[in-house]
């Protein structure tokens, strides 16, 4: 049995979360810096940074109490080392490397992307079959990856410039909605009407304007246009009423996932994994959800998103999970240095 203390402060949450064996978790806290971030409808890199500083020490001494764990029972502290915020990543590594010389702990440094396609595993009885498809979208990537086996995976494809994550933020802002902006258009679009507004979606093929290609090749992603798109038919509208904002927020939200979906099914069909899954903070969201129930009824495959939707969104526990499974790759032991002591 193996125990792992793990951090995430890549962006504005504070995380610290203990996981037995990449899956059973033990305890998982995250200090949401939503309200601050909030005021200036965005995240503001210093001001994170400073939060995280105040908030670190806290997560991890409720996070070893909710797990009731001495320090000897942890075998292992990992820690997201990027990507992220230089300043938020700083404040979580440099606690990870205080905690891996104080207990005489092998340090385990995570990619904040793999983290999010372990986030699947988590709580999870029976352990999903590799090769595994993940679609992983969030507010600072969108990545469609194939792993093939534990250490080992293939990125088909990415985004090109905005991830869904921004689009969703920013399209909410332009909205009036409040930060994050995803889980608001996920509750405005259900009041919106289809065929109000009529948004592109980016395929990266070439197709005639407001087609869909035959066969999608191509896995990578593109959003800033649509986000543009939005932004022209907005000014060009002025004023717009409560049921305009919920017509448009439904639109983009069928542009964006369309095309996530659309791409996830052609890739699946190419690789035929017997497991799909998504994750990252989009996973979050419920149309998401039902395309991608409804894409793959009938086919050979079982699809995941995360047990909870604390588990899409940034946490620490998909970070210890990633460290389980990943240590190969990935870790980095520290010998005690006694003269820490004298
Ligand atoms: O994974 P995450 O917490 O942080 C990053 O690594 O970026 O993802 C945050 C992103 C934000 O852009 C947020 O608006 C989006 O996930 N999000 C959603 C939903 N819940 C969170 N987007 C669409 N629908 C949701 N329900
Ligand atoms: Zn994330």
């Known amino acids: ?19 037995e064996d990449g899956v059973k978790v033990l305890s998982s806290i995250v200090a949401s810096q939503i309200p601050l971030h909030q005021i200036t409808h965005g995240v503001v890199p210093e001001v994170a940074a400073r939060a995280h500083v105040a908030q670190i020490l806290p997560v991890i001494e409720e996070s070893m109490k909710q797990a009731n764990l001495a320090p000897d029972a942890i075998d292992a502290v990992a820690v997201t080392q990027g990507p992220g915020l230089v300043g938020s990543l700083i404040v979580g590594v440099t606690a990870a490397q205080v905690l891996s010389r104080l207990w005489y702990k092998p340090l385990l440094r995570v990619n904040h992307i793999l983290g999010h396609l372990y986030a699947n595993f988590l709580g999870r009885e029976q352990l999903p079959q590799l090769p595994i498809l993940i679609l992983s979208v969030s507010g600072g990537h969108n990545d469609l990856v194939l792993l093939s086996e534990h250490g080992k995976y293939q990125v088909l494809g990415q985004t090109q410039d905005d991830s869904a994550g921004e689009a969703f933020d920013k399209v909410a802002r332009m909205l009036d909605l409040p930060y994050p902006g995803g889980p608001e258009i996920d509750k405005l679009a259900k009041l919106g009407k289809p065929g109000t507004f009529q948004l592109p979606r980016a395929w990266l093929q070439q197709v005639p304007t407001g087609m869909r290609p035959k066969e999608i090749t191509d896995f990578n992603f593109s959003f800033s246009g649509l986000k543009t798109a939005v932004y022209v038919l907005i000014k060009k509208l002025g004023i717009l009423t409560s049921e305009q904002k919920a017509d448009l927020a439904y639109e983009f939200q069928e542009a964006v996932c369309d095309v996530m979906v659309s791409k996830l099914v052609a890739a699946w069909e190419k690789y035929q994994t017997p497991s799909v899954f998504i994750s990252g903070g989009v996973s979050a969201n419920q149309r998401f959800r039902s395309l991608l129930e409804a894409s793959f009824i009938n086919k050979p495959v079982q699809y995941f998103y995360p047990l909870k939707l604390s588990y899409c969104t940034d946490n620490a526990a998909m970070i210890g999970a990633a460290a389980y499974f990943n240590p190969q790759v990935i870790s980095e032991t520290l010998e005690p240095e006694p003269s820490l002591w004298l």
Do not use: Y
């Open 1 to 19: 049995m193996k125990r792992i203390l793990a951090i995430e402060t890549s962006c504005d949450e504070t995380a610290c979360a203990v996981v």
